[in-house]
């Protein structure tokens, strides 16, 4: 009955308040606190006719009679009696996310949303006429997976070039690449990412590994991390890059004992080459985006929070060129196939406010507008985080701090004071107080409100920390694979003790009552919540038999909900979505485990079939 009365809610206030029409339900609680409700009555009425013009045309919804949608039959309303679910799930280990009714073993689902949950005898009740039954042999089912961080297009183009991860030798390296220069043209740019020294030792890559192969393609390859990349001699030359090239702010042109650049170019000095390399057509990034929604269907994903195009020294318009060309396009021909919750550069926030005051946060059931976001410093693989104490080889590097703080902060202070959500990367210690400081005096300026203020990776944390993340209730939106990938680099940057005080400090953060929320940062590390959440139980590195820092260890259901709930809180989308709870949209995972407490104990068990809206969406 949750959803009865949560329509309700809705219906009780004026109807020309746009936001509040319940017919996409994602977003309504965020005119709670947006302050822009000042736009003409006019804009309001014609908004509010053509949302009613659209969900009365949308398929989904099925305006028969009883319909959820139907908000104007009062009489309906009061005369709702069970209806006739589409699709019955029973005898199955359902794990909700909702501490409400922590688990179920039936959930009935109607029009796209969960309608009923508890034990068959009481589901059976709404099986009629064409409902579809699942009986699932004790299997286990969960909430769709929420990743909080990803950047899904990029990750989608990576799928189609040269593929660095996980490699671990220079002639693997040097090979997969020529592999790649086999299959181009002369004169096209090999592109590809996802390399990690630190698997091959720790010396950093140099053009001198490639240019004998590749003396006609100039070639760009970014580290896993996105904040280092590597030019072969060809692209170096393309881009004017000679050992009289200065080092820009924010950035380092790696370069030899004799001053010639290496190939090697830290943040902003990525910004050389970028120009040069060509654009990817509008073809190339909505394949991509189909591309990547497949695969996060196959791991689980119902929704992610994208972080776009947007990295230190990337063009902002990235992010908008993807939200008119490939989302929103996708979007009008129904080509979605998971949620997406979106994130711009901070500078364009009052873009993004144009938007939101002209459509809402929720321009469909599929894309969410989520906020803005930007960066306090680099990256430990880059040696480009920001901390209190120098790196252990760089006794005079402390990191960068890759954005000023006066500008950031005016800026935040103006996109939070019109109500958007801010996000701001920050990974070393220093990075993650600067960016608490910060959002502490906007909080003093701005005043109390429900913001939700996030932190993306919040990765090492002096000792204080986690306890300013729970009084300030701000979002920690961490990636606990990355653990797995910084183990030993983390140990060998930081030493060992910074590194086992202050890494990833999810029990820590949890306790302190800060709001965990898990993600992968695709395609820095895979789409993988089932892998992150047996990372954060067990926190073993490869090649190791012992947790880093056992006490830090999640229990299954925290790390669960790091996923599902808490995912969806850190985005504002837990009214629909994050918890199977009746009147929420019905996106859930088919595990193919079905013992719970072996799930518990170990965290091992894979996608079945993942549902999205009530609907198979994979296999
Ligand atoms: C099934 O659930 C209903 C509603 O929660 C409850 O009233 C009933 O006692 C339950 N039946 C059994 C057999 O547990
Ligand atoms: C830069 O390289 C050129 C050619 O290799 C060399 O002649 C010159 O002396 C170098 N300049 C500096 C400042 O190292
Ligand atoms: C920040 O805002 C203040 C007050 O409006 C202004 O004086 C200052 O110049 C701004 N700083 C930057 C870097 O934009």
């Known amino acids: 009955m949750v959803s009865h009365s949560r329509w309700r809610a809705c219906l009780s206030v004026p109807l020309s308040y746009k936001e509040q029409i319940p017919v996409f339900g994602i977003g309504w609680v965020r005119a709670q606190y947006s302050p822009e409700m000042n736009s003409s009555y006019c804009t309001l009425l014609s908004a509010f006719i053509a949302l009613l013009a659209v969900f009365v045309s949308l398929p989904l919804l099925r305006p028969d009679a009883h319909s959820f949608f139907m908000p104007f039959n009062f009489e309906g309303w009061l005369s709702w009696r069970a209806p006739t679910a589409d699709l019955v799930l029973r005898n199955a280990v359902i794990y909700t996310s909702d501490d409400s009714l922590p688990f179920a073993d039936s959930l009935a689902v109607r029009n796209g949303r969960i309608l009923r949950l508890g034990n068959y005898s009481y589901v059976k009740e709404l099986v009629g006429f064409g409902t579809k039954e699942l009986n699932l042999k004790g ?10 961080h990803v950047h899904l297009i990029p990750g989608g183009l990576q799928m189609s070039r040269v593929q660095l991860r996980g490699v671990s030798e220079r002639d693997e390296f040097v090979r997969r690449v020529k592999e790649a220069v086999r299959k181009s043209k002369p004169g096209s740019w090999i592109l590809g990412g996802g390399w990690n020294n630190d698997l091959w030792g720790g010396a950093l890559p140099m053009a001198s590994w490639l240019d004998e192969i590749t003396p006609y393609n100039p070639v760009w390859l970014s580290r896993m991390d996105g904040h280092m990349g590597l030019a072969n001699s060809l692209a170096l030359k393309l881009a004017g890059v000679t050992n009289l090239s200065e080092d ?146 760089e006794p005079h590097n402390y990191g960068l701090q890759v954005s000023d703080y006066e500008k950031l902060f005016n800026m935040t202070l103006a996109a939070d004071n019109y109500g ?27 005043g109390m409100r429900d913001r939700r203020f996030r932190i993306e990776h919040a990765q090492h944390l002096a000792r204080q920390t986690p306890a300013r993340f729970g009084e300030q209730r701000i979002v920690a939106s961490v990636q606990p694979e990355h653990l797995l990938d910084d183990f030993e680099c983390a140990t ?13 400090l999810f029990q820590s953060l949890l306790t302190s009552n800060a709001q965990l929320a898990f993600g992968s940062d695709w395609p ?96």
């Open 492 to 504: 060998k940057k930081l030493g060992l003790d910074r590194a086992q005080r202050g890494s990833y």
């Open 139 to 148: 299997k286990i089912v969960v909430p769709g997976f929420i990743d909080s």
């Open 420 to 446: 958007l959500q801010v996000a701001i990367h920050a990974i070393g210690d220093r990075a993650n107080d600067l960016i608490l400081d910060m959002y502490d005096s906007v909080l003093a300026k701005n």
């Open 248 to 393: 820009p702010n924010g950035g380092t042109i790696m370069r030899t004992p004799t001053g010639e650049p290496t190939g090697l170019m830290i943040d902003s000095a990525m910004n050389f080459v970028h120009p040069y390399i060509p654009e990817v057509s509008i073809g190339e990034r909505r394949e991509a985006l189909n591309k990547a929604s497949n695969f996060a269907l196959t791991q689980g994903v119902t929704t992610i929070v994208d972080f776009g195009r947007f990295f230190p020294g990337s063009s902002i318009e990235l992010s908008w060129e993807d939200f008119s060309d490939v989302y929103q396009w996708a979007d009008s021909l129904g080509k979605m196939r998971i949620r997406v919750c979106l994130f711009f550069p901070l500078e364009t926030w009052s873009r993004l406010l144009d938007v939101v005051n002209k459509v809402g946060h929720a321009m469909s059931q599929w894309i969410h507008l989520g906020g803005v976001k930007a960066f306090a410093d680099g990256s430990l693989g880059s040696n480009s985080a920001l901390f209190y104490e120098p790196y252990v080889e």
């Open 524 to 619: 820095v590390v895979n789409i993988n919540p089932l892998g992150g959440i047996r990372t954060a139980m067990k926190r073993i590195p490869p090649n190791s038999k012992d947790a880093w820092v056992p006490s830090e260890c999640l229990s299954v259901d925290d790390a669960l909900k790091a996923y599902t709930i808490s995912a969806a809180q850190a985005c504002f989308l837990d009214n629909d979505i994050g918890s199977l709870t009746p009147g929420k949209l019905a996106d859930f995972v088919l595990l193919s485990t079905d013992s719970w407490d072996d799930f518990a104990a170990e965290g091992y068990a894979s996608v079945e079939a993942t549902y999205v809206g009530g609907v198979k969406a994979y296999p």
